[in-house]
């Protein structure tokens, strides 16, 4: 079958989507088509609470009603060829799509170590294919004992909802010396560890796995410090790695953090092709490096750039890199990141200063469900530009590091953030008198 096709979006996740929705809503005289090659998709960052905290798996579907319902068709198939000349893509089931634009958001897979016995059954990747989902999650809960591989985001979710499950011993096992190392400071590491080793889940920091043992299921892990573990299931959460190989083949360029290489409008070098979500490079903020930043925040915030400008450039709005804004939660405490660490800023041999202050996120402290809350703030020493922050608390923390990757994105100083108007309430945020976001403001500008 050959078909036309004025936009052609390759990959049904929010990323796919929200490109999809976005050029519905600017181009509304235009043919959209989502090709997806999962029938049954997931809600990326709700895939380790199918475990547990959602009553049935298929509540984290991510369904295809929004596109239908605003007049964009949605086929199931997967594109395995890109003929940029002709304008076409050509596909697993033989059939060809000529387009005016292609937006490729062709996504991620889950990084697979090389470490003897990987193959073996119960080690599982995690794929964002229900199916898949829902028999992993049936062998996990019959399990006895469970290993984590990976101390980032996954990998602590994961093991903060396999605790919920009755009888299951849960390992936790990261290479690094830290959990969330790449986005935290040892300080808000550390809560993480302690809220997850008081749940029960014993963390192993700073080991290697070397070797999985088993006949054709898997029963044993042999760490690096010569220990053996009893295993039934292993959970691999050390992260992915972008889906380039078509746009490879189709000679388009890969960008320096091995993502395809795209311009601030997310365009690659063809014109008429765009790459948004994980598929595509990123850039730190303020460094412009490349880093492996994969969120569904990140890749919908890239949908509505490109969305907009696929045939004009509607919106002035550039993508001048990513904050790297993260957010997790684990049983009541909420981490979050956005920007640089203290180590990170320190690596790129910035010149900082940071401030730090504790206080609580409701006023009087005595309020109902108060929690301790910490943030952290760190600015560049000379022009007293904020570079990165941390928080830890409650669920306020929640929205506090979006103030704060607000902040971050606007470039504003110790002095702006020191003035920050905002709404307070007694049920609802610390005192207006001793605000944190104010307080660790004041504290980096006393140290200047």
């Given at each position: 079958?050959?078909?036309?096709?004025?936009?052609?979006?390759?990959?049904?996740?929010?990323?796919?989507?929200?490109?999809?929705?976005?050029?519905?809503?600017?181009?509304?005289?235009?043919?959209?088509?989502?090709?997806?090659?999962?029938?049954?998709?997931?809600?990326?960052?709700?895939?380790?609470?199918?475990?547990?905290?959602?009553?049935?798996?298929?509540?984290?579907?991510?369904?295809?009603?929004?596109?239908?319902?605003?007049?964009?068709?949605?086929?199931?198939?997967?594109?395995?060829?890109?003929?940029?000349?002709?304008?076409?893509?050509?596909?697993?089931?033989n059939d060809i799509y000529y387009y005016e634009k292609l937006v490729l958001t062709v996504g991620s897979s889950p990084i697979i170590p090389a470490i003897p016995g990987i193959d073996k059954k119960g080690i599982y990747p995690i794929y964002k294919d229900m199916e898949y989902l829902k028999n992993f999650i049936k062998e996990v809960k019959e399990a006895k004992n469970v290993l984590v591989l990976g101390g980032g985001f996954i990998g602590i979710e994961f093991a903060d909802e396999l605790f919920k499950i009755d009888s299951l011993n849960i390992y936790l096992v990261e290479s690094l010396p830290n959990l969330l190392s790449n986005s935290f400071d040892i300080e808000f590491s550390k809560l993480a560890r302690e809220k997850l080793e008081s749940k029960g889940?014993?963390?192993?920091?700073?080991?290697?796995?070397?070797?999985?043992?088993?006949?054709?299921?898997?029963?044993?892990?042999?760490?690096?410090?010569?220990?053996?573990?009893?295993?039934?299931?292993?959970?691999?959460?050390?992260?992915?790695?972008?889906?380039?190989?078509?746009?490879?083949?189709?000679?388009?360029?890969?960008?320096?953090?091995?993502?395809?290489?795209?311009?601030?409008?997310?365009?690659?070098?063809?014109?008429?092709?765009?790459?948004?979500?994980?598929?595509?490079?990123?850039?730190?903020?303020?460094?412009?490096?490349?880093?492996?930043?994969?969120?569904?925040?990140?890749?919908?915030?890239?949908?509505?750039?490109?969305?907009?400008?696929?045939?004009?450039?509607?919106?002035?709005?550039?993508?001048?890199?990513?904050?790297?804004?993260?957010?997790?939660?684990?049983?009541?405490?909420?981490?979050?990141?956005?920007?640089?660490?203290?180590?990170?800023?320190?690596?790129?041999?910035?010149?900082?200063?940071?401030?730090?202050?504790?206080?609580?996120?409701?006023?009087?402290?005595?309020?109902?469900?108060?929690?301790?809350?910490?943030?952290?703030?760190?600015?560049?020493?000379?022009?007293?530009?904020?570079?990165?922050?941390?928080?830890?608390?409650?669920?306020?923390?929640?929205?506090?590091?979006?103030?704060?990757?607000?902040?971050?994105?606007?470039?504003?100083?110790?002095?702006?953030?020191?003035?920050?108007?905002?709404?307070?309430?007694?049920?609802?945020?610390?005192?207006?008198?001793?605000?944190?976001?104010?307080?660790?403001?004041?504290?980096?500008?006393?140290?200047?």
């Amino acid at each position: 079958m050959k078909k036309k096709i004025d936009i052609l979006v390759i990959g049904g996740g929010p990323a796919g989507m929200i490109s999809a929705v976005t050029a519905k809503r600017y181009y509304p005289e235009k043919k959209i088509l989502v090709m997806k090659d999962i029938e049954k998709g997931v809600i990326p960052c709700g895939i380790p609470y199918m475990l547990s905290s959602l009553k049935n798996p298929e509540d984290n579907k991510l369904g295809v009603a929004a596109l239908k319902g605003k007049n964009i068709d949605v086929v199931i198939d997967q594109a395995i060829k890109i003929d940029r000349k002709k304008k076409s893509v050509i596909t697993k089931n033989n059939d060809i799509y000529y387009y005016e634009k292609l937006v490729l958001t062709v996504g991620s897979s889950p990084i697979i170590p090389a470490i003897p016995g990987i193959d073996k059954k119960g080690i599982y990747p995690i794929y964002k294919d229900m199916e898949y989902l829902k028999n992993f999650i049936k062998e996990v809960k019959e399990a006895k004992n469970v290993l984590v591989l990976g101390g980032g985001f996954i990998g602590i979710e994961f093991a903060d909802e396999l605790f919920k499950i009755d009888s299951l011993n849960i390992y936790l096992v990261e290479s690094l010396p830290n959990l969330l190392s790449n986005s935290f400071d040892i300080e808000f590491s550390k809560l993480a560890r302690e809220k997850l080793e008081s749940k029960g889940v014993k963390v192993l920091t700073g080991i290697q796995v070397e070797e999985f043992y088993g006949n054709d299921r898997v029963e044993k892990v042999k760490v690096s410090n010569d220990k053996e573990i009893k295993v039934d299931a292993v959970i691999l959460g050390i992260g992915a790695s972008p889906n380039i190989k078509i746009a490879q083949d189709a000679g388009l360029n890969l960008g320096k953090g091995k993502g395809i290489w795209v311009d601030e409008y997310m365009r690659t070098v063809d014109p008429d092709i765009f790459a948004v979500g994980d598929c595509a490079g990123k850039k730190d903020f303020y460094t412009r490096k490349g880093i492996p930043v994969m969120l569904a925040s990140t890749a919908t915030a890239e949908a509505r750039i490109a969305g907009a400008n696929l045939y004009e450039l509607k919106v002035i709005r550039e993508n001048k890199g990513t904050i790297a804004i993260y957010s997790t939660y684990i049983d009541g405490l909420v981490l979050g990141s956005a920007g640089l660490t203290e180590n990170s800023a320190k690596k790129e041999s910035f010149e900082i200063v940071t401030g730090i202050v504790a206080g609580v996120d409701k006023h009087p402290a005595g309020m109902p469900g108060a929690n301790q809350i910490k943030v952290k703030l760190i600015f560049s020493k000379q022009s007293g530009v904020i570079l990165g922050g941390q928080v830890a608390g409650g669920i306020s923390c929640g929205e506090i590091i979006n103030v704060i990757g607000i902040a971050i994105q606007k470039r504003m100083s110790f002095t702006e953030l020191e003035t920050l108007q905002m709404a307070t309430h007694p049920f609802l945020t610390s005192a207006p008198t001793v605000y944190p976001v104010v307080l660790a403001a004041q504290d980096a500008s006393g140290k200047m």
